[in-house]
Structures are given as C-alpha cells and as structure tokens.
C-alpha cells in the first residue's frame, strides 16, 4: 500500500513538473511600426509630405487586412517620394516613439540570451536606425530597400556628401521584396524561425499570417487593437506596453540572468499576465507560465 502511494505522489510530482515547465523562446521576431513604435512610418513620411490622411487611411485599410498590402505599397512610395533626408527623419522619429518599455524589453531578452529580430514591411533605413538604438545587428532587420536617384540634388558635390549620402537624393524605386506584400512576412519569417524556438511579434493582419511560421504568435494592441489580429493570436497583449511579452518569451532560467532594472520589467510583466491584461487563448498555457515562474519573485530577485 505504501509503495502503491508513493508511485502515485510520484507521478503526481512528474506531472506537476511537466505542467511547470517553460522552455521560453530562443528567437523573438517583432514587427516595427506600431509594435516597436507607436508610429506607422510611412504615415510619418506622409505627414512630412502635408499627405497625412490619404496615406494614413490605405495604411489602415492594409494593416487591417481589408486591402492587400501590394495593392498600396508601390502607391504610397510614388505619392510621396521620400528624399534621404526625409528617410532619416523617420529613423529619428521612430527613436523618439519607443513603445512603452520596448527597451527594457529587448535588452531582457538579449541578457536572457534570446536573439532579436525585426521583420518589418518598413523602410530599411529609418528601421535600421531604430536597431542600432535597441543593439540589434543589422544583420537581423529585415525591411523594404528603398533605392534613390543618385543624381538628383546636388550629387557632384562628393566632399561635402561623402560621410552621410546626398539629403537631396529622391526616391527611385524600392528593391523587390515579399515585405510589400500581405502575406510575404512568412517567408522572411519561415527562413529565421527554421530550427528554432521561435515568436513572432505584431500588431496588423501582415504580421497575423506568419503563425504557423512559428511556434507562438503573440498579438501586440498596445497601439493599435486590430479585432482580426486580436481574434487569431494565441496569446494578445491588450496594455500599451511590451514587457508582458517577458514572461511568455522567457524559461525561469532565462528570466533567472536578468540583473539591475530588469528584473523589475520582468515582475511588471508577470504582474499583467496575471490581471489579465496579457490575453491566451489557452488558459492552461497562461497558468503554466505563470507556475514556471511563480519561484521568481523572491526578494533576491525582485528586491520585495
């Protein structure tokens, strides 16, 4: 009888630990604008351009899945023309309207030991900008390549232009690629996700489709709170800011080599999965991340 309770207290323990578990992610892929940002940069460019509401009211329509993404792309770019100097702007833009703890965030998951991506049907440039801030490797930012005409502005003046490009340089044509249509994130996706542990992170219907190009799709509605996006993710953050990602993207070992203001991001984070604001489709995948990491919120760690 005793050894027939202790199998059964066993199995019980077994059980506990499996349900316990949390492997965390070993790659996070977030989208750009109005996931990182609170900005859609095209919308930014066209408000430098005196073109806000037409611009903005496609890029809604595409973002929204209502309009294929193909159907705009090219149309916007030749409304508006962008200059070197106007792309730039973007980047500065972009640096300016972080999303809520968007840093935090990011530098988590790089001291966790995740590695960082940005797929983003963006303009190159001013995306390339922003990674440099957040210490992601250009390597890892995949956006749209915007080519200019080299011999618009004053393009003979090589001295005075050498370091930074032409400002006066306009836009040409963009490079072929799948990020200027509505499904083509999931290809760029597929490609970084392939071997391994892998969520993708976005707020608009382009971002949607790459799902099953991945082992978690998180919704992001902080900016913006698209019902389609909303309805089809897995797991759907509903607060303005990013750091309820940090529980669901991290192992407790992972959450475990977070050190100075981080670990406060992290109990934040946690503190949003459990009121509710971080929503899942599954309840028993929201109450094992939250007993994976119920451990970590000791006074070490969290200073309580």
């Avoid at 530098?107 to 992601?136: P, R, T, Y």
């Avoid at 004053?154 to 032409?166: A, K, L, S, V």
């Avoid at 996700?193 to 382009?206: C, F, I, L, P, W």
């Amino acid at each position: 009888m005793i050894t027939v309770l202790v199998y059964l207290f066993t199995c019980l323990l077994v059980t506990f630990a499996m349900l316990a578990r949390h492997l965390g992610f070993q790659r996070v892929i977030f989208d750009c604008d109005s996931t990182l940002v609170t900005v859609e940069g095209i919308d930014e460019l066209a408000r430098l351009k005196g073109q806000t509401d037409h611009i903005a009211e496609l890029t809604r329509l595409a973002m929204d899945g209502q309009i294929p993404l193909e159907k705009v792309y090219a149309e916007r770019l030749e409304l508006l023309r962008p200059t070197r100097a106007e792309l730039d702007e973007v980047g500065r833009i972009y640096r300016r309207a972080l999303v809520p703890q968007a840093a935090e965030v990011i530098a988590a998951l790089h001291a966790a030991g995740v590695e960082v991506f940005i797929v983003s049907g963006g303009l190159k440039a001013a995306v390339l900008d922003l990674a440099e801030m957040l210490d992601i490797p250009a390597a890892n930012v995949h956006a749209v390549t915007v080519e200019l005409n080299q011999l618009s502005g004053e393009w003979w003046d090589y001295t005075r232009h050498r370091y930074t490009g032409n400002p006066k340089e306009t836009y040409f044509d963009f490079a072929p690629t799948p990020l200027a249509e509505s499904t083509g994130k999931t290809a760029v996706v597929r490609v970084i996700a392939e071997g391994k542990r892998s969520m993708m992170v976005g707020d608009g219907s382009t971002d949607l489709v790459t799902k099953d190009a991945v082992r978690l799709f998180v919704g992001f509605g902080g900016v913006e709170s698209r019902p389609a996006v909303k309805n089809g993710a897995e797991v759907f953050i509903e607060s303005p800011g990013l750091a309820g990602l940090l529980p669901v993207a991290l192992s407790p070992h992972g959450a475990g080599k977070l050190s100075g203001r981080l670990p406060q991001v992290f109990a934040d984070g946690l503190q949003k999965v459990e009121s509710g604001e971080v929503l899942f489709k599954d309840n028993t995948y929201r109450e094992r991340i939250l007993r994976a990491h119920s451990g970590l919120l000791t006074e070490k760690m969290f200073g309580e």
